[in-house]
């Protein structure tokens, strides 16, 4: 039911025009839905068009990036046509964007306290004391130890762990509904990673969040995300939901991910051991159809031409 859809894609192309026709689609013919309260996970190796995705949702795209196709539906509203002064009043306060570096996110000359309390004064139109009660309330909920004295600091002062937990708080902050994490957790140590994604599933249980988790790792989303989607060269190969996806791994480049994570596990096979099944329900003159095929409830696969 659309009631409980919080984001969709509809057949989204991001293009990157270049000199005398020449350029790159980035994104081809992308379509998904989120539920509320629910995470995805988006898993593709680097330039795949992850990160494209990302930006194309919160419409900030490096130019000269464009939508070309498709619509982005974020509570039955298109972002991809929606008037800049009411997208504003979107992004940051309904949907934020977990950065991976947050070095570069954060401003060195800022305090930690008045980069978060800019962006309640702006959205939320808070007073400097409602403001400053929120920040410190942010930093509390994101287990920064001694949040109080981390409300004066500076960000070179951080750790990197701590950094990104003051992303995490700036992206919540405003209590939006939907959150995209984009490889938000990959700059970190393993261990450091672990505490940052367990803190991630309290939040969004706690306030039902709904979430778009991009990542290069599989087996991190294996653990975090209600379905999987996989993306390849700007295209969804294969979407499911997350035990379907392992128990019945079905596209060539599923595989390779699986092979890749996991050396001691045979994966089955589908198109070797069901050539004739295959061919009999998909190819048309020699050719498989480029569209995507249910192959169980809930779990699509792109057919390769």
């Known amino acids: ?13 991001v293009d990157y025009p270049g000199y005398k026709g020449s350029g790159t689609t980035a994104v081809k013919d992308v379509s998904f839905t989120i539920d509320k309260g629910k995470v995805l996970g988006l898993v593709g ?17 490096v130019e000269p990036g464009e939508v070309t196709a498709g619509k982005i539906l974020f509570e039955n509203k298109d972002i991809v046509t929606m008037p800049q002064k009411e997208l504003k009043n979107y992004l940051g306060s309904q949907i934020s964007l977990i950065v991976p570096n947050p070095k570069s996110e954060l401003d060195p000359l800022l305090t930690i306290g008045r980069q978060l309390g ?9 007073n400097n004391r409602e403001a400053r009660e929120a920040v410190l309330k942010v930093l509390e909920s994101v287990q920064i130890p001694d949040h109080r004295s981390r409300y004066s600091a500076y960000p070179h002062e951080l750790s990197g762990g701590m950094a990104q937990r003051v992303i995490i708080a700036m992206s919540l902050i405003c209590n939006p509904k ?6 938000a957790t990959s700059g970190l140590d393993v261990t450091v990673q672990r505490e940052i994604m367990k803190l991630m599933q309290n939040i969004i249980k706690e306030k039902n969040l709904s979430v778009l988790f991009i990542t290069r ?12 989607g996989l993306l390849f060269r ?14 019945n791994p079905i596209h060539p480049y599923s595989l390779a991910l699986l092979s890749a994570f996991s050396h001691s596990v045979k ?39």
């Open 1 to 13: 039911m659309t009631e409980n859809i919080s984001l969709s894609l509809n057949n989204l192309t």
């Open 45 to 61: 190796e680097s330039g795949a068009g992850k990160t494209s995705i990302a930006r194309a949702i919160t419409r900030q795209l």
């Open 118 to 126: 800019d962006i309640v004064k702006t959205h939320l139109k808070l």
């Open 178 to 183: 939907f959150v995209i994490s984009d490889d």
């Open 217 to 228: 790792d599989i087996g991190l989303a294996a653990h975090f995300c209600d379905h999987l």
């Open 234 to 247: 700007g295209q969804i190969v294969e979407i499911a939901p997350i035990k379907s996806f392992f128990r």
């Open 267 to 305: 994966w089955r096979k589908v198109y070797s051991t069901e050539p004739q099944k295959w061919s009999k329900e998909f190819f048309v003159n020699g050719n498989v159809p480029d569209k995507m095929i249910e192959v169980e409830k809930g779990h699509l696969v792109r057919m390769i031409r």
